[in-house]
């Protein structure tokens, strides 16, 4: 079969004449071509139920000339409603593809999703816009019908097309990324599945203000050869700096193709860039926290405690539902069950609390053995209170122990958590004692490994440090000079002036013409003592304040986790009254969280359940991103040497003397 020549566009936004009159010129140039693939929004701005115009109108009935057909995506904007009702009755050369799938053009086999990621449309939770009759934003259930067609299709995808671009798209590569594009926050991870899923020979995406023609990437061989993805980013027609909007392509199908010239490795191919990203993840969350490998250039390395022979029948791992969000307050912990039991006893078993919407039960990242323990999850969170009164109940002979999702997560320490039997954890604290210096620890002041050079200002129970690896140069960490593994277990005194500090910075940022954004992860380790408390604040413009909330809602969204908001403390509230809050709202103080601070005050909190790995580097991606510089989430794009740190501080130092809570005090 010859090559099938065929166009790409990017966003039309409601200018077909605009669109058809390029293309008829190229076409009488280079063509004829077969057809024309239009991704991003394809209608103009405006409601989806608008009346469509004239011209719109002209193209379904015939009269606007179309000089190749043309198929796509991106069927949002004004009056999208109703040229999608009426284009399947029309005889005109130009088609919906719809919400998802996988279709055949001139012998291509073409995978397209419609629409953008939406959190709250996706997820059923928080506040979703209001319903649209067009694929404005795709649901659970278009991303799953492609990923069953796609794995049900025979032979390949010659062509993905989607109104997003893949998020991770640039991971790994070398060199300068294109100019105004945001690695950390373009995109969808969901495109990204399904990149990896599909493994297309081209991938023609739409949705980002600029065009970019990534170098093509080699997939995994699964067993049927090496496969390779171009991705082609188009910008919208009406860019103004006139970015690529239009792609030629001449493409034979895959089905016509010798095998050896399908898995063909092209001259500077990557690895697929999601691969990488899954395998960092994995290797993130196998290793401790960044800040031990990058202060003391040692890993945790010790020893993970066996885990325990049990007699009998091991329990099977029950896998439970994906597309329920996982949320702590409304999900026990549940230890001792019957070996018999399954998921369909548990769930009947705590139906007397509550209706249970959710039962996993997981294995081991490490040596795959399933966990002691199981999580049940109830449709609200009364039903998980409830579900602790079965404490010490009987279910099939034996005594069931039920405990809170989040209880003495920080007493098990990362690594040896899973291998935990039923008797482990509970809260017992971090290894170390709290409040004595540890050795090794960066975060200790009377450590040999501190870094003291760094530090800004010293307080009574608190300093202020430049972060090591630098944001921008207003970044700091404010830290307890005593080791202690998070701020809501500080004493009462250590954290009104944490909170002193926080108040000072703020008027330090504002005085900048920022915004004070802050985050504080506390993931226990077995050595060092444990976690010692650190609290990451870095000044950001108003504008990337107003969507701070967003920016980590969807990191985390992306990472499988659901942020709790906390309103800012009303005016007058003590700090002891805040601590008590804040307590409660990670889950108590013996629980692993993520909170994150906002400009207005107000906080976004997710405690960590039991077997639950927190993204290291998420954080300081979302802050990275908000100051506008997404390259600086890797630490090594940070490295200054000794002179330009000391002359940092020094910067520092004279910048926030006017605000230093410390100040007059030498
Ligand atoms: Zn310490």
């Known amino acids: 079969m010859a090559a099938a020549k065929v166009l790409f566009s990017g966003a039309v936004e409601g200018d077909l004449p605009g669109l058809f009159k390029k293309v008829e010129a190229v076409n009488k140039k280079n063509g004829p071509f077969e057809a024309l693939f239009c991704v991003g929004q394809f209608f103009g701005p405006g409601a989806d139920t608008d009346e469509p115009n004239d011209a719109l109108v002209a193209y379904v009935t015939g009269q606007g000339s179309i000089p190749v057909p043309t198929y796509f995506i991106g069927g949002f904007g004004a009056g999208s409603h109703a040229i999608l009702e009426a284009l399947p009755a029309a005889k005109a050369a130009l088609k919906y593809l719809g919400r998802s799938g996988v279709t055949v053009v001139n012998g291509l086999n073409v995978a397209f999703l419609d629409g953008t990621y939406n959190h709250a449309l996706f997820t059923g939770r928080g506040e979703a816009p209001p319903p649209s009759p067009v694929c404005r934003h795709y649901t659970q259930d278009d991303v799953g019908l492609l990923k069953s067609q796609l794995k049900a299709l025979e032979g390949e995808v010659d062509i993905l097309l989607t109104c997003e671009w893949p998020r991770g798209l640039t991971t790994g590569l070398q060199g300068e990324l294109p100019a105004g594009y945001r690695a950390a926050s373009a995109g969808s991870n969901i495109v990204s599945e399904l990149v990896a899923l599909a493994r297309p020979r081209y991938h023609i995406a739409g949705g980002e203000q600029l065009a970019y023609a990534r170098p093509p990437f080699a ?46 490795v092209p001259e500077g191919c990557t690895p697929s860039p999601f691969e990488l990203r899954q395998a960092k993840r994995e290797a993130d969350e196998l290793t401790a926290p960044s800040d031990f490998n990058r202060w003391s250039g040692v890993g945790p390395g010790g020893q993970a405690k066996r885990p325990r022979r049990e007699a009998g029948a091991a329990p099977a791992a029950i896998e439970g539902k994906a597309d329920v969000p996982r949320d702590p307050w409304a999900t026990v912990v549940v230890k001792n069950l019957p070996w018999a039991a399954g998921e369909p006893e548990i769930v009947a078993f705590f139906a007397q609390a509550g209706k249970v919407v959710n039962v996993w039960r997981g294995t081991n990242a490490r040596d795959g053995r399933v966990q002691h323990f199981t999580h049940v999850q109830f449709e609200g969170r009364e039903g998980a209170e409830a579900a602790l009164r079965l404490h010490d109940t009987d279910m099939g002979g034996r005594r069931v122990f039920v405990e809170p999702s989040t209880a003495g997560t920080a007493g098990m320490g990362r690594h040896a958590r899973d291998a935990d039997g039923a008797g482990g954890g ?52 404010l830290v307890p000079i005593d080791h202690h593994p998070c701020s809501v277990a500080l004493s009462a005194g250590c954290f009104a002036e944490v909170e002193r500090y926080v108040s000072a910075l703020r008027s330090l940022y504002a005085s900048l013409g920022r915004e ?3 985050f504080e992860r506390h993931l226990s380790l077995r050595n060092k003592g444990g976690n010692h408390c650190h609290i990451n604040l870095l000044g950001v413009t108003p504008a990337a304040g107003r969507r701070a909330e967003e920016a980590f809602r969807s990191a985390a969204a992306a990472a499988g986790y659901q942020l709790e908001h906390i309103p800012a403390p009303p005016r007058g509230t003590g700090p002891d009254e805040l601590l008590k809050q804040l307590k409660t709202a990670v889950g108590g103080p013996d629980s692993e969280y993520f909170m994150a601070l906002l400009p207005d005050g107000s906080r976004l909190v997710r405690p960590l359940m039991r077997g639950e790995r927190w993204p290291m580097a998420l954080g300081r991606e979302v802050l990275a991103d908000l100051a ?33 809570i410390m100040a007059g005090e030498e």
């Not at 997939?219 to 027609?237: I, K, N, P, S, Y």
């Not at 940070?638 to 501080?649: H, K, Y």
């Open 516 to 518: 004070l954004v802050a």
């Open 426 to 477: 509970g809260g017992g604290g971090e290894a170390g004692v709290a409040g004595k210096p540890v050795d090794g620890c960066w975060f200790c002041l009377g450590s040999v490994a501190a870094d003291t050079e760094l530090v800004a200002s010293v307080g009574e129970e608190v300093y202020l440090a430049l972060d090591k690896g630098q944001i921008t140069p207003e970044h700091v960490l």
């Open 628 to 660: 506008g510089a997404p390259e600086r989430a890797a630490w090594k794009a940070c490295a200054l040497t000794p002179e330009e740190e000391a002359a940092r501080v020094e910067r520092f130092k004279q910048l926030f003397k006017p605000y230093d």
């Open 219 to 264: 997939h995994r061989d699964l067993g049927a050869g090496q496969r390779v993805t171009r991705f082609v980013g188009l910008a919208t027609m009406a860019h103004p700096g006139k970015a690529k909007s239009l792609h030629a392509l001449g493409l034979t199908p895959a089905a016509a193709m010798e095998p050896e010239a399908l898995g063909a």
